[in-house]
C-alpha cells in the first residue's frame, strides 16, 4: 500500500467518547486520515473543537480540531466510516450508510448479532469477514467489534478454545468508568463503592463469544458451544477491565500447557504486521498480584490482554485473571484492528 | 444479667485497627465494659489516647482514652478478653490467657481450625459452642470469629443450605481497604486501581465454611461437603465486601424459594435479643442495582448481611451478590456478639 | 410548643438532591412533619418512591415513600415551605409561594441578595429576621440559606469578626461532589483529578459573608466591609468542604485570643435548644492533621463546623482550616435550623 | 559531545520511589547510561530485579533489572550520581560522595539551603552553578533540586518576577500522593478524604523560592525579598501538584502582559536544546477549568508547568492555578535536568 497517500476515513458519532478516542488512535495513523467527523444535528456545522467536550489527556489533533461536524447521512468524502455512535440510533444510520457502498466498522451493539455481519476479533475470527459477501448492500459493508468486557475475555480464551476446548467459563468483571461513555458514571455513586450492575452487559458476555469462537460454515456462523455465565461490575477505576475467569476444558491440560498457549498464540495481525497490532496478543504474568488496571492496561499500545494468576479451581478446571484496556482494544483500538485487517487482507480495495 | 454492674472486659491488640473497633463498638454497649486495654511492649506504660493512632471518625470514648495499656499477658483485671492481635502473635497469647482461665474471644485467625475451637457465627453454629468443653485450658477456653469475607458469604448460604442443600458455591470477593488493617494499602496501589490478589484469603474463604456449616458430632465437628471456590480482590472501598457468588443446590428451589428462606432467616441472637444482634440477619434487594457497599453496609448497625440480584445461573443453578460490613459483622461485631451469646446461653458465668 | 401536633411543612424540589437530603432530616424531627412533596411535572402525580432516584444511605422514610408528588405551585397543605429547588426554577415559585402567604424556607440562591431577604445563618444574624417585615408577600415570606461553601467559612470567622474585627479573608476550597448535586460531577473527570473551578462559587464565597456579616439598620442590610478573595476546587470527597482561610485583623489578637473566641462561641440557637442545633457551633482540633472531610463532617449531627491548624500567616495575620458538612450544615440542616429560629422567636404563628 | 559512548552514572536509593523514577527515566536518555544502582544494606548484593519493589507501570529496564545493587558508599564506577536517597542519610552519604570526587545530583532536602550548593532549576538560576566552584569538596560537588512543591511555583513564579517584581505570593497546594513516596500515605486516610498538613511542607515552600530566585553576588547568594505564605493538602491524586497562587507585583501589569510573560518564556534548556528540557517551560491555558492533574501532568514529557485561571485578586493583585508533574519536573526530570545543564555549560567535564 502506497502510505504517501493516505486513506481518507470518517467517524461517526466523532464528539462522544468512542468517537474521541477514534479521533486520537488515528491522529497519527500511517495508513488512515481522518478528513470527516460526523455528530448530531446539534454538533453539526461547528468545528470539531467548538462541539466536543474532549476529555481525553492529549491534545485535539490540530487538523481535526479544525474540521467542520457534518450531520451522519452517507454524504461523506471517505468511504470508511468508524462508527461511535450511540445504540439509540447507530443501527438505523450504520445501515444507510453501507447501503449507500460506505464500509462501516462499528463499535455499537446494533448489528453484532445480524447473521451477516462479522464479530470480528482479528486474531480469534479473520475468517468470519467472508460473511459481508453475503450483505446485500450494493457494495457496502458492516463490520462490529465486540462489547469491551468481551474483547478481553475472548482473546484469553481463543488459544484454550482451540488447544484444549472449552466446555465452561464463568466470568466475574470489574470494569472501568470509561465503559461507560461520559458522563456515565456519577462521581456520587462510585466514590467509595462499587456498583454490581452494569444494564445489559451481563447478556453481552454470555453471548458474544459464541458467535466469535465460531465456525464459518457455507456463509453462516454456527456458534459454538460453551456455557457461559457472567457477572459484571462497576469499580472506581478510569480504564481497564480486570476479569475474574473459571474454564471447564475438553481435554486435560496443566498450568503450563495454559500457559504455553498464551504465550504462543500468535495470528493473523502479528503475521500481517498490521500497524494496530500488538506485538504479543496476550502476556502472562507469573506475579501474584499482577495484572492491575493502573499498571498493565497501556501494555503493548493499550492493545494486549494480560493475563495471569493462574490456577486450578476446585468447581471448574481452572482459575485466572483477564485484564485488557477497555476504550483502546476494547473500543476505537480493536475496530481499528479490523479496518486494518480488511485492508491488508484486500476486502477494502 | 444484672446490667447495672457490666461485665469487665479486656481489649488485646487494643492500638491495632480491629482492637480500636472492639472499642468503638463496646462503648456503649449494655452488657460489657472495657475495662482492661493490652496491646505490644511499644505501647504498653502509655495512656491508650497516647498509645493509638486512632482511625475512626467517632472519637476515642473517653474513660478509654485515659486506660493505662498493658502488655498482653494474661494477669488483667477481666475475665473475658477480646483479642484483636496480628496472627504473627495471637496464637500464642491467645492460648497463654485460655489457660489461665480466661474466655478469650478472637478475631485472629490462629485458632480458627483447631479441633476444639468453635468457628462461631452466632446465627449459624450456635450449638458448636458445646466444643468448648472439650478444651483443655483450666477453665479458660478460645472462642474464634470467621474471616471478614467468610462471614457474609456464610450467612447468605446458611438458609440455602438449610433448605435446599449446598453442592458448590463460587464466590468472587470486591474487598474493602479496611480488611486489611492500617496503614495496610499504599494509596498508590489502589486509586484507580483494583489489586486482584489478598494473600492466604481465598483459602480461610474456601475452608471456613465446612466448618462453620458443619455438624456437631458427639465433641467434633464434621465438615459439611460442599465444593467453594473463591477468587479475592482489593477495591478502592473503605468498609463493605461485595461478594458475586453462584450456588449449585441439592434440592429443585425456585427463586422466590431462595428469597423467601433468606428472608425468613431468623436465629439464636434474634430470638435472645442480643444486643449486638440485626434484627433480621439478611436483607434481600429487589432493585438491579443493590446492594451497594456505600449504600448498605451500615445496615441495621452493620451487622445484617444484603443480599440482591438473585438469577439463574447458566453454569450452577443461581447467582446472586452479598455485601456486608467486615470490620463490623465481619470482625468485632461478630466476635462481640459471639460473647453475649455465649452469656445468654449460659457459657460464661 | 405542642410537639404532638406537628406543625406540617411541604418540600419543593423533593426529588432532587437537597430535597432528598431535606426529607432525610426531617424524617424524625420533632416539630415538623413532612406532609407535601413537589417536584417538576414529570414526577408530579407518582408516588415519592416511584419517582425519585433516592441516592442517600438512609432508606427513604416509609410515609414519604408512600406520599403523592404535587407539582410546585402554591397549592400545598403546608403553611411552610423548604426549597431545595435547581436555581432555573426556584426564583419565581418561590415568590408565587411567599405570594400567596407560604412561608418558604430557601437554600437555593435567586433571592439570597434581595434587598428584604434574609441570608440567615441563625447563629450569626438571627436580627436579620426583623427584614421579612419588609416584604411585600401578602402574609408570606422568604427566607434564604447561604451556599455551601459560606456557611462553613461564615462560622469560623464570626467569632473573629466579633472579637477583634476583619479586614481581609482569602479563601481557597476543597470542596465535596455532593456539592454539585446528582449526577454531577462525572466519574471520569474526578478520580485521580482535583476540577480547579466551580461555576460562580467563588463569586459567591466573596459577597454572602459581608451580608450576613452585615448590620441591620433601620429594616436594611448595610454590608461589612470585608475584602474576601476565593478560590473554589472540586476534590473527590463524598460529603465535608474543606477551606485554608488566612485572615487579617484589626485588633492585636494572640493565637490564644483567636482559639478561645471559636471554642467560647455560643448563640441563639444553642440558647433556644433548637432540636437540630449543634451543642457548640464550632470546635477546635489541636492535631496538625485534623480536622479531616471523613473523620470530622458529621461532627455534632454535621452541624458544627471544624476548625484546626491555626498559625501566624506571613502575608496577613492568621491562617487556619475550616471543615464543615456542604449538605447537612451548609444546606438542608441550615435550612432546618433557620425555621426552627422562625418558630421559636415568634416569626411563624 | 559523543553520544556514541554515553556517560555512565549511578543512582543511590535506587530502590525508593524517587530512585526508581531515575532509572525509568534514564533508560532512554541519549547522554546518560545507569551503570551502578546503590540502596541500604538490606538491598545490596541482590539483583536490582529482586531488591526492588518496583510500583512503576513501565516495566523495569532490563539492563537495570540485572544489575547488582551495591552499597551507598562512593566506590562506585560513575563520576555522576542521582541521589534519591531518605533525608534520614542522605545528608552524610552526599558528603561522603562529593568529598570522594563525585558530582552529586540530589533531589534529597539535606543540602539545599547550604550556603555552597546551588539549588537548581535550570530555567530559572543556571548562574548559580558557579557556586560549587567555591565548594571543599576535591573536584566533587552537590547540586540540589527543590522540593516537588516549590518548582512548579517557581517556575510559574520566574516570568513574573523578571517583568514585574514579585511583593507577596500566596500559595495553597492540592498535592498528589506519589509525593509521599511508597507505601507513603495509606489508603484509608485518602479515600473520600483530604489531609490538610504535609510534614515541612509549607517551610520549604515558603523559603526555597527565595533561595532559586535569589542573585549570585560574589560567590554567594543574596535571597529575593518576596514575602510568601504557603498552605500544603494532599488529595486522592496519583501525580501531579496543584497550587491555588495569588501575587502582588511591584510594577502595574495587565492580565495580558502576565499571561504573555509566561508564554514569551524561555531559557537556557530551552536554547542549548537539552534531552530532557520541554519545549515551552510553561503554558497557559485559557479553559476556566483548566489545568487539571490527570489531563496535564503529563504535558511536555512531564517537564512542563501548566498555568491557568488568571484573574483579578481583591487582596493581592492576581490570582491563578500552576500544575506540574512532582515526580518529573518535581523530582527525577528536575535533577536530570540539571546535570544535563552541567554538561553542557562544561561544569562536568
Chains 1, 2, 3, 4 share one sequence.
Not at 468508568?177 to 467509595?192: C, E, H, K, N, Q
Not at 475467569?245 to 502479528?270: C, G, H, R, T, Y
Not at 499500545?301 to 476446585?314: E, F, T
Request: proline share 6%.
Amino acid at each position: 500500500m502506497d502510505i504517501t497517500n493516505k486513506i481518507p476515513v470518517g467517524v461517526l458519532g466523532a464528539t462522544g467518547s468512542v468517537g474521541q478516542k477514534f479521533i486520537e488512535l488515528l491522529s497519527n495513523h500511517p495508513w488512515f486520515e481522518v478528513v470527516e467527523v460526523a455528530a448530531s444535528e446539534r454538533s453539526a456545522g461547528n468545528l470539531y473543537k467548538d462541539a466536543v467536550n474532549w476529555i481525553l489527556s492529549s491534545p485535539i489533533p490540530e487538523r481535526i480540531a479544525n474540521l467542520k461536524v457534518k450531520i451522519c447521512v452517507p454524504d461523506l468524502d471517505s468511504k470508511i466510516v468508524f462508527s461511535g455512535l450511540d445504540s439509540s440510533v447507530a443501527g438505523e444510520i450504520e445501515s444507510d450508510f453501507a447501503k449507500k457502498g460506505y464500509i462501516v466498522v462499528s463499535n455499537s451493539k446494533n448489528h453484532r448479532m445480524d447473521k451477516d455481519v462479522p464479530l470480528l476479533v482479528p486474531e480469534i475470527n479473520p475468517s468470519h469477514l467472508e460473511l459481508i459477501k453475503t450483505q446485500n448492500y450494493n457494495g457496502g459493508c458492516i463490520v462490529t467489534n465486540p462489547n469491551c468486557s468481551t474483547i478481553g475475555l475472548v482473546l484469553a480464551l481463543k488459544p484454550l478454545h482451540d488447544n484444549f476446548g472449552l466446555v465452561m467459563v464463568n466470568a466475574v468483571t470489574m470494569q472501568a468508568l470509561s465503559g461507560a461513555g461520559y458522563p456515565g458514571v456519577s462521581s456520587l455513586d462510585i466514590v467509595d463503592n462499587v456498583i454490581p450492575f452494569i444494564s445489559g452487559e451481563e447478556g453481552k458476555l454470555e453471548s458474544e463469544p459464541l458467535k466469535i469462537l465460531g465456525e464459518l460454515n457455507s456463509n453462516e456462523i454456527v456458534n459454538t458451544r460453551i456455557k457461559i455465565s457472567a457477572q459484571c461490575n462497576r469499580v472506581a477505576v478510569l480504564d481497564g477491565h480486570l476479569e475474574c475467569v473459571q474454564v471447564k476444558l475438553k481435554n486435560k491440560a496443566s498450568e503450563k500447557d495454559l500457559i504455553d498457549a498464551w504465550q504462543n498464540f500468535s495470528s493473523e495481525p502479528q503475521k500481517l504486521n498490521l500497524p494496530t497490532a500488538p506485538l504479543k496478543p496476550i502476556y502472562y504474568f507469573t506475579e501474584d498480584k499482577y495484572p492491575q488496571p493502573k499498571i498493565h492496561r497501556n501494555l503493548d499500545k493499550g492493545m494486549a490482554v494480560s493475563v495471569g494468576r493462574l490456577r486450578k479451581d476446585p468447581l471448574l478446571d481452572y482459575k485466572f485473571i483477564v485484564l485488557s484496556h477497555n476504550t483502546v482494544r476494547g473500543a476505537a483500538g480493536g475496530a481499528i484492528l479490523c479496518a486494518e485487517l480488511m485492508i491488508s487482507k484486500g476486502y477494502i480495495k
